[in-house]
């Protein structure tokens, strides 16, 4: 272990025991679970960086954590002591949590278990998908710009990206993407709500797209951040899947649930695809630890902190929305936990500037024009965001 990272851990082991001090019935090990509302920087050089394309700019001092689209409130108080409890028996293989929690999705879905593959996060299943489907060549038809990881997975096992544009208020332009498909197109991948413009799609249209489009291929419907959303339920095409149509419906206990750092999600389809991927997925046992799991299932019982989450991530982006505007920035209405707005100098230095005033944030560059796309933090997040905004404007 580098100097670097025995520090930072001996740094993080400070901070969970100060935050712990009230738990002393707990075991030591299980109690510093309860931490960190800020994760300590393991390193500044790591994989995880890079992925985040946040590279080597990384802060010690870290005051806002706004680059991964996480949920900074956590996971809620039951699923805590969920994971917390859990940890007595992880010696164990989680083998028999694993069919408690199918049922628990496919009771909560309305679904049966051959519909359903849960992984370790949607991630592996993005892969799995672009494998199983692509991997014999095709292409794959999605915004541009959209959530990457799956279309970057299908290049990279030489398949064609055609990338649609976006329309002019930064959704995805349907009629487009349906003109843009070819006999040889695999796959048509839809992030709703998109990631990183944060906007949604008419639902009416979208149902009606991916009915008709999954006659010809495979949709994928990428529903990260949907439970954001006040009319989730009426927006999954949880629907159209159930009815037999070729549609992939990708969920995560990432985001509004917290539990980015456990990694668990799950993807739900036709039984013939999940068939086709399972050969190449890394999926149920081999890649579920029995802490994800007992978190993932006390989530479900946890409707009013997932509530307040929403809550609270709409009042912290409103003092983002009442800031930019002081500072005559504009910006792409959010319906998620993270907002684009149209920078007015170069985003790299923005962003690092931003990082040498403890804020991590990320830039892109669409249409033309640098962009900054924060995630919605805390509202102490937010505030150091602003200060040093003021600073940069
Ligand atoms: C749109 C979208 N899909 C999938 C993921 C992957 O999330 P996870 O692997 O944590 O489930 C992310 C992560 O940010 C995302 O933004």
Request: proline fraction near 6%; include cysteine; aromatic fraction near 8%.
């Amino acid at each position: 272990m580098s100097t670097t990272n025995s520090m930072n851990r001996r740094n993080w082991l400070k901070t969970t025991a100060l935050f712990t001090g009230g738990l002393t019935m707990l075991p030591p090990a299980i109690s510093r679970l309860q931490a960190a509302p800020v994760a300590p920087v393991a390193s500044n050089s790591t994989a995880y960086a890079n992925d985040f394309a946040i590279g080597p700019k990384l802060p010690a001092n870290l005051k806002a954590r706004l680059f991964a689209n996480e949920n900074p409130f956590g996971p809620s108080p039951n699923a805590k002591k969920a994971i917390m409890d859990s940890m007595l028996t992880s010696y164990q293989y989680p083998i028999m949590m694993i069919p408690e929690l199918e049922a628990k999705i496919c009771a909560h879905e309305g679904i049966t278990a051959d519909m359903l593959m849960i992984s370790s996060g949607s991630s592996p299943l993005l892969l799995g998908t672009a494998v199983s489907l692509l991997r014999d060549g095709g292409n794959v038809v999605t915004a541009e710009t959209t959530y990457d990881d799956l279309p970057t997975r299908c290049e990279k096992v030489n398949a064609k990206w055609i990338k649609v544009p976006l329309t002019k208020d930064y959704t995805h332009d349907l009629d487009a993407m349906e003109k843009a498909i070819t006999p040889d197109t695999k796959l048509v991948y839809v992030c709703n709500p998109n990631n990183p413009t944060g906007t949604i799609v008419d639902k009416d249209k979208l149902k009606a797209f991916c009915e008709r489009v999954s006659q010809k291929t495979t949709v994928f419907v990428d529903e990260a951040y949907i439970d954001y959303l006040p009319d989730a339920d009426d927006t999954t095409l949880m629907s159209s899947v159930k009815k037999g149509h070729n549609i992939i419906v990708a969920r995560t206990f990432s985001k509004v649930y917290g539990l980015a750092g456990l990694r668990i999600g799950y993807i739900v389809a036709q039984p013939a695809t999940i068939a086709k991927m399972q050969p190449h997925t890394a999926c149920s046992w081999a890649v579920l630890s029995a802490p994800a799991i007992s978190g993932a299932l006390a989530s479900y019982q946890d409707k009013p902190y997932i509530q307040e989450t929403v809550k609270k991530t709409a009042e912290s982006r409103q003092f983002l929305y009442d800031t930019l505007k002081a500072e005559g920035y504009s910006y792409i209405p959010s319906h998620t936990n993270f907002v684009m707005f149209p920078l007015k100098m170069d985003g790299e230095r923005f962003t690092e500037e931003m990082m040498k005033r403890g804020v991590g944030l990320r830039n892109w560059k669409m249409n033309d024009q640098h962009w900054c796309r924060i995630s919605i933090g805390r509202m102490d997040e937010m505030q150091a965001f602003a200060a040093a905004f003021k600073e940069l404007s």
